[in-house]
């Protein structure tokens, strides 16, 4: 088994963010909404926190770290169609395998074959996501004209790209982004996702966690990570099914001065790619206060895990969520934080996710609820 090490990226994690938190206790949270904190670890399945022992696959997740904070930086990030998104740099291109080379933040060397991306993006660009006619692939520019072609070579610095007869060689900082039309993106519930710290969402198994690293297996190679660069580990679960793919029973907006949006599934209000902070997601609901979105629950659910924050332009909302007309969650959302969210839903057969008017009233403010899973029983 081929691992990869990272004991010299540490360098570059202080370079980049400065002091990296050194205690790993982690927060544990069982399908049933138990919360357990203390020292973890992964040996055959069995996941031990202090004295207790779980089998992983009574657990939803564990947290070790925080997120870091910061805006994106000038950071590629490659959407591929397991659902995985990851943060760096595009370093080349194999002609004969049909793969990009992709360097990531923490050094790791991965390729990736066209045929599993989706799409790649290009941080500092505008990220909203396009329509296309034709499928293939699409190269966005910033001045938004699109190029259907095919890549020659990719350096650092340089895209090289055939369209028809014609060449173009272009510098990166011009693309927005690049798309893979007619490639879609298919999760597996089973797979365990791994959260880095810069954001990178990663989906395959875990192996092992140790009191100081995760064996973590990704794109078929074995990636021994540092728990320093661990944010979240989200064990794999065939019973997860996503609110994004159940229609509501109900839906209501009410506008407080001004116009209302409509609610939108998968990206923003305005089309752009779901994001918050360092973080892009593939799945999520934004809508604007006041909305009030009702489910029927066609059976039972024992868990509602979600990561909740506010478009970068807006103020202030409440994010409010009832389970059989009991008050579950109800918390102000703020534009500079956002938190990952697990809900207990024994007897919950009704939900209700609330969009509410912040303490200043509606300045166009909308939530984003992104990767919001239910867990069957």
């Given at each position: 088994?081929?691992?990869?090490?990272?004991?010299?990226?540490?360098?570059?994690?202080?370079?980049?963010?400065?002091?990296?938190?050194?205690?790993?206790?982690?927060?544990?949270?069982?399908?049933?909404?138990?919360?357990?904190?203390?020292?973890?670890?992964?040996?055959?399945?069995?996941?031990?926190?202090?004295?207790?022992?779980?089998?992983?696959?009574?657990?939803?997740?564990?947290?070790?770290?925080?997120?870091?904070?910061?805006?994106?930086?000038?950071?590629?990030?490659?959407?591929?169609?397991?659902?995985?998104?990851?943060?760096?740099h595009t370093s080349g291109f194999s002609r004969p395998?049909?793969?990009?080379?992709?360097?990531t933040l923490l050094g790791e060397k991965l390729s990736f074959p066209l045929s599993a991306i989706h799409s790649i993006l290009y941080a500092g660009s505008p990220a909203k996501i396009p329509v296309y006619k034709q499928n293939g692939l699409h190269i966005r520019l910033k001045n938004k004209q699109v190029i259907k072609a095919t890549i020659d070579y990719m350096t650092p610095m340089l895209i090289g790209l055939r369209e028809g007869k014609t060449k173009h060689r272009l510098k990166k900082d011009r693309i927005a982004r690049i798309d893979n039309v007619g490639v879609s993106i298919k999760l597996r519930?089973?797979?365990?996702?791994?959260?880095?710290?810069?954001?990178?969402?990663?989906?395959?198994?875990?192996?092992?966690?140790?009191?100081?690293?995760?064996?973590?297996?990704?794109?078929?190679?074995?990636?021994?990570?540092?728990?320093?660069?661990?944010?979240?580990?989200?064990?794999?679960?065939a019973s997860r099914v996503s609110l994004t793919e159940i229609k509501p029973s109900s839906h209501t907006s009410t506008a407080f001065l001004d116009r209302i949006h409509a609610t939108v599934y998968n990206k923003t209000l305005f089309g752009a790619q779901l994001s918050l902070g360092r973080c892009y997601?593939?799945?999520?609901?934004?809508?604007?206060?006041?909305?009030?979105?009702?489910?029927?629950?066609?059976?039972?659910y024992q868990l509602f895990s979600f990561t909740v924050g506010l478009d970068g332009r807006a103020g202030h909302a409440q994010l409010i969520i009832k389970g059989a007309n009991t008050v579950l969650f109800d918390e102000p959302v703020r534009p500079d934080l956002f938190k990952s969210i697990q809900l207990p839903l024994s007897g919950v057969r009704t939900l209700q996710v609330i969009v509410d008017y912040g303490k200043f009233g509606s300045g166009g403010d909308f939530v984003l609820l992104t990767e919001p899973i239910l867990i069957k029983k």
């Open positions: 088994m081929r691992r990869v090490t990272f004991l010299m990226n540490y360098v570059l994690l202080f370079l980049y963010f400065g002091f990296i938190q050194l205690s790993h206790a982690g927060e544990l949270v069982t399908n049933n909404g138990e919360r357990l904190a203390g020292s973890v670890t992964l040996t055959k399945g069995q996941l031990k926190i202090g004295k207790k022992s779980l089998s992983v696959k009574a657990c939803h997740s564990v947290t070790f770290n925080p997120i870091f904070t910061g805006k994106k930086e000038s950071f590629q990030y490659i959407f591929l169609t397991d659902g995985s998104i990851v943060s760096g395998k049909g793969a990009i080379d992709f360097t519930p089973q797979s365990d996702l791994l959260i880095s710290r810069y954001g990178d969402r990663l989906y395959g198994s875990i192996e092992t966690i140790t009191a100081k690293t995760v064996l973590f297996r990704f794109n078929k190679q074995a990636l021994e990570l540092p728990l320093s660069v661990v944010s979240r580990i989200e064990f794999g679960n997601y593939n799945k999520g609901i934004a809508a604007q206060s006041k909305t009030v979105l009702s489910y029927s629950l066609n059976r039972a």
